[in-house]
């Protein structure tokens, strides 16, 4: 039997660590006493062993205090983010099928009050639907604290979503035996590195600090406003630490705003991380600040790390990820990544379990010398002509040439052949041909700005296939 608030919570009984939302700072021995209390509370609100509750809380003490309790209950937290289309949002809630709802009291009182809801969605654009099942509001105090409700290492634990942009968006079921796993993936990432106060951009890096002792800063709101606080967070210099994707980075370089000289780490993930940005990175952060990247999976954690210097040195073809985390086993299936740990969730919903090894969709080239270099998606892999070709082989190239590019295929019915659409914001590099030999575009086109969509903002290449086939009139 087991239970994997445990190892979070043990671990916050020292006295250390913090989180700080809003402007208050909550000490980690508070968050567990919370936790503890709400624990109890759950209990006897009448959520079972195994229950599914949704999770519909800002980002900060309140969220770790409630998930780390349900989870000290024996009950399975679903973390699903708002910002969604109502109807898809929805439709994942009733795929997970939870038995509550714990929401923050104002978005309950918005869903009560006639007209509410379109009054809130002028300030929080991504208002999710109310859900149709049991609402929770969470008390003021609770008192006492609950024993912990016994698990078995293969009872779910937790429910993350994957990010959906280059698949079909999936529910993960991680278990009370690889949740303490994957936080010690995190913590091995980290290993040596300065992270005593850092900058989170998911809710799940909140319980980093928990876990390691730290000061996490958290932000909320979305898109511009969530950009606006996380930039004003950076130019405090409260934080030596920052982990979250490059699409940040790249909008306060843009802003030409100068790097706290107090940043000591700069940890890099849930997007791919290009050379020229990279190189731009190091040049514009202090001599001593340690750039780290990671290749990570809702999954499975953090897989392999890389030192940003030594990336940005590196010549090739492709995206290369670094090496392997300690007790991390990767192999190649026909160059698709293949990923094995301990941290690696069961399943995902309605699936088939994953068993030992992950197919992680991704296309590679791995030796223990070198490390593992990402060359694309197998979903977004183009055939034409019967050529293989590979957009992340290739789009490293683009991006050194122009402000953003992407390369997708189109499937053309008549022709029973892809077509090779390149998108770029701005003019074109001259000589494609040259460039791009065989995946040379039979199709351009120009946007103001590439589609991007998710937390992680990730090109969304579906939205690209569906504006290329609308514009050059390509048959299905």
């Not at 002028?122 to 969470?138: A, D, N, S, Y």
Request: charged share 20%.
């Amino acid at each position: 039997m087991t239970q994997a608030a445990g190892l979070i919570l043990d671990r916050m009984d020292t006295g250390t660590g913090a989180v700080i939302a809003g402007g208050r700072r909550t000490a980690a021995a508070e968050i567990r006493a919370r936790a503890l209390g709400l624990g109890g509370w759950f209990t006897q609100r009448g959520v079972r062993p195994g229950d599914r509750v949704l999770l519909l809380v800002p980002p900060g003490p309140e969220l770790a205090a409630a998930l780390l309790g349900l989870v000290w209950a024996g009950a399975v937290p679903v973390l699903l983010e708002p910002g969604q289309a109502a109807g898809a949002w929805l439709a994942r809630v009733a795929a997970v099928a939870p038995r509550f709802a714990v929401v923050d009291p104002r978005l309950r009182w918005v869903w009560s009050v006639p007209g509410a809801v379109s009054l809130a969605q002028r300030r929080w654009p991504g208002l999710p639907p109310r859900p149709p099942v049991e609402l929770i509001t969470l008390p003021r105090r609770v008192r006492g604290e609950a024993q912990a409700v016994p698990r078995d290492d293969t009872d779910e634990a937790l429910i993350l979503f994957t990010s959906g942009t280059t698949s079909a968006p999936r529910a993960v079921l991680h278990t009370h035996g690889s949740l303490p796993h994957f936080l010690g993936n995190v913590a091995a990432a980290v290993d040596g590195l300065a992270v005593g106060s850092y900058l989170a951009e998911t809710p799940q890096q909140i319980f980093y600090a928990l876990l390691l002792g730290s000061t996490c800063h958290v932000v909320s709101g979305q898109g511009e406003v969530r950009l606006r606080r996380t930039l004003e967070v950076l130019r405090s210099g409260q934080v030596e630490a920052w982990f979250g994707s490059p699409w940040t980075w790249v909008r306060w370089l843009e802003g030409g705003w100068p790097v706290p000289p107090g940043l000591r780490t700069v940890l890099l993930g849930s997007a791919p991380v290009s050379r020229p940005f990279l190189r731009r990175l190091i040049g514009a952060v202090p001599a001593q600040t340690a750039v780290r990247g990671v290749y990570g999976l809702t999954e499975a954690g953090p897989v392999t790390l890389f030192d940003g210097a030594e990336k940005a040195a590196r010549d090739g073809e492709g995206d290369w990820v670094g090496y392997p985390l300690p007790g991390v086993a990767l192999h190649l299936d026909q160059q698709q990544v293949m990923v094995s740990t301990k941290a690696l969730a069961s399943g995902y919903l309605g699936e088939t379990p994953l068993g030992d090894w992950l197919r992680t969709g991704d296309l590679g080239r791995y030796s223990d010398a070198e490390g593992l270099t990402l060359i694309g998606r197998a979903k977004d892999m183009m055939i034409r002509r019967g050529i293989n070709l590979y957009p992340g082989v290739l789009e490293p190239l683009l991006h050194e040439l122009v402000e953003d590019a992407a390369l997708v295929g189109v499937y053309d019915g008549q022709r029973e052949d892809e077509r090779v659409v390149l998108a770029v914001v701005g003019e074109p590099p001259a000589g494609l041909d040259a460039l791009l030999g065989d995946a040379a575009p039979d199709h351009v086109l120009r946007l103001d700005a590439l589609p991007r969509a998710g937390r992680q903002n990730k090109v969304d290449k579906e939205a690209l296939r569906a504006a290329a086939r609308a514009r050059f009139g390509i048959p299905e």
